[in-house]
Every structure is written in structure tokens, then in C-alpha cells.
């Protein structure tokens, strides 16, 4: 009874030593990082009707202590947006800042294309409420540029707009991820 | 001291999982993208008339021949006129003249001023006819942004036994300009 107990108590204080020496020999897990920023806006679309309107001004600046991150894109329905109207542009009063109620919405939703450069391999999302990959890492990269393709299609049933202020809006949001 | 022990091992446990645990970085970034279309109107007139059988004493009409094709993101009119093309005989502003195959005679004409209708279609467009002139006359007024949208127009001109045969291969013609606006 005396040996059971004394073994017993052996073992449970060894746990904690085991515990201990697994864990030095092991080393922390350090979280991969990944930090994305976007250049800009694009305050003054130039929108064409009849045609796929194109504007590669913006990019996207990615560091990864990873290779394998990517980066995606949706449409957050920030500003109280309509979530129905996601992925396209909607009127928006630039007095109020606020969408319009009963807004004119384009009928073709915005695509988004992120260009192939070495470090990562694009691809194009035609934007809604959810996340798609746009950029698949391959490599560890530092401030990497990745040109950005935004491309709305406008045809002569998109209402211009003429009210004073008030343009068509929509907030592309990116976001980063590294495993 | 086995609570002690007990503590330290969770506690452990914890450590362990929380340090071994996989972790996901993510970072968000925005770029809000706004703009407005011009105001932009695209027509097209399709269809000619040639060897138009007009009848003295009638109102000849045609209005199969000539179709107007008009896209527009914005309230538009469409105008006619005639902008005495090819060097017209002046003073017939909106009247056939006459025309030897290559190149309008010094005098001859109806009488008339041929006349440019302009179809209706429910909730699009309001037509309208006109008498064509030397100045912008509106045939089609819309009422809503178009896309493709097509209408018929009408031709008619009148002609009187005192409209002359005219001789040879000579023909009336006249050229009538469409202009599109948007409102």
C-alpha cells in the first residue's frame, strides 16, 4: 500500500516534469503572419456605357512570413448598404453620405482581378457578400505589389445619375490569410 | 499537495494547447470605388428609300423602310432635320430636290415638305410628326433610359398633279438628319 501510494505520487509529480521537457524540445508555434494593405480608392471611376469599364490604378501590398497565404475579396455591405445589392454599385449621396433609399443599382456586378507575379498566382472574382481568392501565395514575400484589375460593366439601362452628388459606390474589402 | 500537482499539470495542459494550437493571421484592407456614368445617347437610323413610288394627288407614306435605334442611360429627344446635304439647292430646306444621279440640279422640287413621324412605344418614347425644315425638329421624346430600344418611322410626302415628272433619270431626294440628345 505504502509502494502504491509512493509510485502514485512519483508519477504525478513526473507529469509535470515530462509536460515540461516536451514542451522546451518542442519550441512555441509561432502564428504565421500575413499583413495586406490596398493603395487607394478610386474616387472617379471613369464608366463608359457600353462597355467593360477597366481601372488597374489601385494595388495590393502584401507581406507573408508564409508561402502559403492568399488574399480575398467581398463586398461587406459597409455604410448600412443594402446586403441585396452586394457586389454592385449603388447610388450613393455624397451630401449625406449615405445610400440612397430606392437607390439606382447597376445590373452587372464589379469583377475583381488580381494579377499572376512572381510570389503569387491571381485569379478574377466577380465580387459578392463572400470571401474568394484573388491571389494564392506561392513564396514568402516582403511588400510585395500586386497590381489590382477592377472592371465594371455599364450598359445605356444604368441610369446616369443627376442628382448633385450623388455617384455610384461600392467598398471592395480585402482580406488576408495565412494558415 | 495532489491538488497542487493536479493544478499544475491542467495548467500545463492549457499551455500546451494554447502554444500548440494551428493560428491563422488575417489582415483586412478596403478601397471604396465610386463614379457615375456620363450622359451618354447612341442612335442608329437604319433603311433608306429608293425609287419611291409617289403618286400625285396622295399622301405617300412609307413606313416600313426606315427604323430608329436609340440607347440612352439618361431622358433623350431625337431631332430631324434637313441639313441640305450635298450641297442642296438653296431655299428647299425640308422639300425633295432635284437630283440628277450625282449631284442636285439648279431648281426643281416638290412642293411639300416631306414629313418624319416618329413611332410611339408605351412607357419608352412619345412620337411625334414634323414637318421637316432646315432646323432640328424632335420626332421621339423618351421617357425612360433605353437600351437598344427600336422604333419605326414613318415617311410621307405629298405630292400634286403640279409637282413636275422630273425629266430623264432624274429623281427627288432629300437626306434627312436624325440627331440624338440627351436631356
Redesign the interface.
Known amino acids: 500500500m505504502s509502494d502504491c501510494f509512493q509510485r502514485s505520487?512519483a508519477i504525478?509529480?513526473a507529469?509535470?516534469v515530462v509536460?515540461?521537457v516536451?514542451?522546451v524540445c518542442?519550441g512555441?508555434?509561432s502564428?504565421?503572419?500575413?499583413?495586406?494593405?490596398?493603395s487607394?480608392?478610386?474616387?472617379?471611376?471613369?464608366?463608359?456605357?457600353?462597355s467593360s469599364n477597366q481601372?488597374t490604378s489601385?494595388h495590393?501590398n502584401v507581406t507573408s512570413d508564409t508561402a502559403t497565404w492568399t488574399v480575398s475579396v467581398k463586398d461587406a455591405s459597409?455604410n448600412s448598404k443594402p446586403p441585396s445589392y452586394a457586389g454592385r454599385?449603388v447610388e450613393?449621396n455624397?451630401t449625406s453620405s449615405a445610400y440612397v433609399a430606392n437607390p439606382a443599382v447597376f445590373g452587372a456586378n464589379?469583377t475583381v482581378t488580381g494579377a499572376t507575379v512572381p510570389g503569387s498566382s491571381g485569379s478574377s472574382a466577380t465580387l459578392s457578400s463572400v470571401d474568394q481568392i484573388i491571389e494564392t501565395g506561392t513564396a514568402i514575400v516582403t511588400s510585395l505589389e500586386i497590381p489590382?484589375t477592377?472592371a465594371?460593366t455599364?450598359?445605356?439601362?444604368?441610369?446616369?445619375?443627376?442628382v448633385p452628388n450623388?455617384?455610384?459606390?461600392?467598398?471592395?474589402?480585402?482580406?488576408?490569410?495565412?494558415? | 499537495m495532489k491538488i497542487n500537482v493536479l493544478v499544475i499539470i491542467s495548467l500545463m495542459v492549457v499551455m500546451s494547447a494554447a502554444m500548440v494550437a494551428p493560428v491563422m493571421a488575417a489582415t483586412t484592407g478596403t478601397s471604396v470605388i465610386t463614379g457615375n456614368p456620363g450622359a451618354l445617347i447612341d442612335i442608329t437610323v437604319t433603311g433608306s428609300i429608293s425609287n419611291w413610288a409617289l403618286v400625285a394627288g396622295g399622301a405617300n407614306t412609307n413606313s416600313t423602310a426606315v427604323d430608329l435605334t436609340v440607347s440612352s442611360n439618361k431622358l433623350w429627344t431625337v431631332a430631324v432635320k434637313d441639313a441640305m446635304d450635298d450641297t442642296k439647292i438653296p431655299g428647299t430646306q425640308g422639300k425633295m430636290a432635284n437630283w440628277t444621279g450625282s449631284a442636285y440640279a439648279t431648281s426643281g422640287n416638290l412642293a411639300a415638305a416631306l414629313h418624319v413621324t416618329g413611332a410611339s412605344v408605351s412607357t419608352k418614347t412619345t412620337g411625334a410628326d414634323v414637318a421637316l425644315s432646315g432646323s432640328d425638329q424632335t420626332i421621339e421624346t423618351g421617357l425612360d433610359v433605353v437600351g437598344s430600344e427600336q422604333m419605326d418611322i414613318t415617311i410621307g410626302q405629298a405630292v400634286a398633279y403640279t409637282d413636275p415628272t422630273l425629266p430623264g433619270s432624274n429623281v427627288y431626294r432629300i437626306i434627312v438628319t436624325f440627331t440624338g440628345s440627351v436631356t
Not at chain 1, 502564428?31 to 490596398?38: F, H, L, M
Not at chain 1, 487607394?40 to 457600353?50: A, C, D, E, F, R
Open positions: 505520487r504525478l509529480l507529469i509535470p509536460l515540461l516536451v514542451l518542442a512555441p508555434v502564428a504565421a503572419t500575413i499583413d495586406i494593405s490596398v487607394g480608392n478610386i474616387p472617379h471611376m471613369v464608366l463608359t456605357p457600353g481601372n489601385v495590393l459597409d454599385m450613393w455624397g464589379m489590382l477592377f465594371q455599364v450598359t445605356y439601362t444604368d441610369p446616369h445619375l443627376t450623388h455617384v455610384y459606390r461600392i467598398v471592395v474589402t480585402f482580406t488576408g490569410a495565412a494558415p
